[in-house]
């Protein structure tokens, strides 16, 4: 007979459970924590492909020698796209681009980073918000005893802050650069101005900011719409070719050319400050002139949908017919 005095065994399955539990809560804590994605515990792991790498096949130019001329060309459009992007982008360090001591820069010489850097804010000081626009097409360059020198057109837009005016100048630039891929000469062979017109600076006064605003002068390269002659480029050839008239003494000397003449177009396409910038003749420059004061009104240059007088330059071919 069981002695009814012995103590029972104690019943453990609610300890097991708790603990069951306890394990379950602890590994779903883990698994919010720590994993970044639950699914990898439960699936195998794949295998991470290999880095795609991609080789630049353009050659820095301390390498030059050892190129090919259609290396060289795709090296110095890539060297001088990076040189003046930085400089339009207000951002100019000479050890980057120049040698330790560089020859010439522009009607300087012998000079170190520290005085090149100087140079190059005077210069931005006097030609501000200059943006510089280099035509590829016009590259060329030649080696001569391990040097390249590198010759190519430059177009250059900026606010001339001494005369107050908007200017445009075309150059041809000759670029030398070293063995080691620096610059050691950079200066201007021809200087040719295409437009200078005089523009409203902005004002940092309280009343100003409105005038200025509402005078201020836009280029063709900033305007999101160009003006343009009713009825477009064909249109302007016929209205040219009409009303056009070739002066009987330039005719008879066989004359001909083209006349550039710089304007505003106004917000109400209106021209005005009519200029010749480049001209052949005197007669042929007044015809010029003539002809675009008795023009139809333009359409005006758009900036942020709303029209803006734009600074314009309109090459005027006179040709002769045989």
């Known amino acids: 007979m069981e002695n009814q005095f012995e103590p029972k065994s104690k019943d453990r399955s609610l300890l ?4 069951i539990l306890g394990i379950i809560i602890l ?25 795609i790498t991609v080789k630049d096949k353009t050659k820095p130019l301390n390498k030059s020698l050892e190129m090919s001329d259609e ?3 795709k090296s110095l459009t890539k060297f001088i796209d990076a040189f003046y992007y930085d400089q339009n982008r ?19 010489h012998y000079l170190t980073f520290s005085r090149l850097h100087e140079i190059h804010e005077k210069r931005f000081t006097s030609m501000r918000n200059l943006k510089q626009n280099w035509i590829v097409s016009s590259l060329a360059f030649k080696r001569d005893s391990g040097l390249l020198t590198t010759t190519y057109g430059l177009r250059m837009d900026y606010y001339n802050s001494s005369q107050s005016k908007q200017e445009m100048t075309d150059a041809k630039i000759e670029m030398i650069i070293n063995k080691e891929g620096k610059i050691i000469s950079l200066r201007e062979l021809e200087k040719k101005m295409i437009s200078s017109v005089s523009a409203v600076e902005s004002s940092e006064s309280e009343i100003a900011p409105t005038i200025s605003e509402q005078n201020k002068l836009y280029d063709v390269s900033t305007v999101g719409t160009v003006p343009k002659f009713p009825g477009g480029a ?18 008879a000397n ?8 710089g304007f505003i177009v106004e917000k109400d396409g209106s021209l005005s400050n009519l200029q010749i910038i480049n001209g052949i003749d005197s007669g ?22 709303n029209p803006v007088r734009t600074a314009y330059t309109l090459a005027i071919p006179f040709q002769l017919i045989n």
């Open 71 to 73: 290396n060289v060309r």
């Open 90 to 108: 207000g951002y100019f360090d000479p050890a980057s681009y120049f040698a330790n001591t560089t020859q010439t820069y522009y009607n300087y």
């Open 284 to 305: 042929c420059n007044e015809e010029a002139m003539r002809v675009l004061r008795n023009s139809p009104p333009w359409q005006p240059g758009i900036f942020n949908g």
């Open 16 to 19: 097991y459970i708790g603990i």
């Open 234 to 251: 064909q249109a302007l050839a016929e209205y040219l070719k009409t009303n056009l008239k070739y002066p009987a003494e330039v005719e």
């Open 27 to 51: 590994t779903m804590g883990y698994v919010t924590f720590f994993v970044d994605d639950p699914n990898q515990i439960f699936t195998e792991k794949q295998p991470l492909p290999p880095p």
């Open 254 to 261: 066989n004359i001909e050319g083209k006349v550039y003449v």
